[in-house]
């Protein structure tokens, strides 16, 4: 099992935030089959004003920089994504190649 830490922003509007965790409380089916598909076992996310964090369990194979762009591979999951992106924006400290940004692990107990 691997784990990963992801950070990235929602749009500083109270409207855009509800409408975001609205969609989240009901994620389509097939976008959660998807994740499973490409070797995410585990997925929470979790908000602090327009900062989201993003804890993810895979399994051993998954690699982020191939296993990413399959997910979107399903025409279902690039709908999702597509229209999450609307609600989100980048960290400030993302680079320019990321969207989700991937974060150091710093301490485990």
């Given amino acids: ?3 990963y830490g992801l950070t990235l922003c929602l749009r500083d509007n109270p409207e855009i935030i509800e ?3 609205e969609y989240h409380r009901h994620v389509w089916p097939e976008v959660t ?6 070797g995410i076992t585990q997925m929470k996310i979790f908000l ?3 900062r989201l ?4 369990e895979t399994t051993d194979e998954f690699d982020p920089l191939v296993d990413f762009p399959r997910y979107t591979e399903d025409p279902k ?8 992106r609307t609600f989100q924006q980048r960290a400030p400290e993302a680079s320019p190649d990321e ?7 710093v301490f485990e107990l």
Avoid: I
């Avoid at 089959?33 to 490409?38: F, I, M, S, T, Y």
């Avoid at 964090?53 to 993810?56: E, I, K, L």
């Avoid at 969207?99 to 692990?105: G, K, R, T, V």
């Fill in 99 to 105: 969207w989700w940004a991937l974060m150091e692990p």
């Fill in 33 to 38: 089959a998807r994740l499973g598909d490409v």
């Fill in 19 to 21: 409408q975001y965790k």
């Fill in 48 to 50: 602090l004003g327009t």
């Fill in 53 to 56: 964090f993003m804890y993810m």
């Fill in 77 to 84: 999951a690039q709908e999702w994504d597509e229209l999450m």
């Fill in 1 to 3: 099992m691997k784990y």
